[in-house]
């Protein structure tokens, strides 16, 4: 009788304990999914439109000054979305690099590192170009760069793609989107 007990709690036991690692390691595969879900391509030839000054020079010579101000806060507002979705993916960006940090592979560890550089520089950028951004929604006459922004997100897609195809060649890494 107390040996079936034993065998029963035993069994109960082992059975709490395959469940919670079924459970944790499912866990951890939705997490790593949910990472890469996390990005949000950006369509960079239009972010590029958005900063031209060419392009804002050409609106301020067609338009109305009050009308202008309108387009102009529009476009601000559509850099600032652009700006938030970089430095999101910046921030999904710097725990992918972390986590492949840990590779016994140099290659890998070494692309890690860049990708980690990379991303803190860029959400370093987009938080100062954010500021500028609202700024310029008080002013908007007044003028505004981002191109520091895109160029460092383009040299963020180059060294996540990097690090993608050393982990794993037959999955594309894209951070911008195809027109």
């Known amino acids: 009788m107390i040996l079936a007990i034993v065998i029963v ?19 951890q595969v939705k997490g790593s999914v949910r990472t890469a879900l996390a990005i949000r391509p950006i369509d960079i030839e239009a972010f590029r ?23 102009r806060r529009e476009r601000l507002r559509a850099m600032a979305a652009y700006v938030h979705v970089a430095g999101s993916n910046a921030a999904v960006l710097v725990r992918v690099g972390e986590a492949a940090l840990a590779s016994a592979d140099p290659h890998v560890a070494g692309a890690a590192q860049q990708l980690v550089s990379d991303a803190l520089l860029l959400r370093r950028n987009t938080t ?45 890494v894209r951070l911008s989107a195809s027109i």
């Open 9 to 27: 709690i035993s069994a109960t036991l082992a059975l709490v304990v395959i469940l919670s690692v079924a459970v944790t390691r499912s866990l």
């Open 49 to 71: 439109n958005l900063i031209d000054p060419a392009e804002d020079g050409y609106l301020r010579r067609r338009l109305p000054p009050a009308q202008f101000r309108v387009v």
């Open 128 to 172: 100062v170009a954010l500021v500028r951004i609202y700024l310029a929604l008080a002013w908007p006459s007044s003028g505004f760069a981002a191109l520091r922004v895109v160029e460092h997100y383009e040299q963020l897609s180059g060294a996540a793609m990097r690090l993608g195809r050393l982990q794993n060649p037959a999955v594309a």
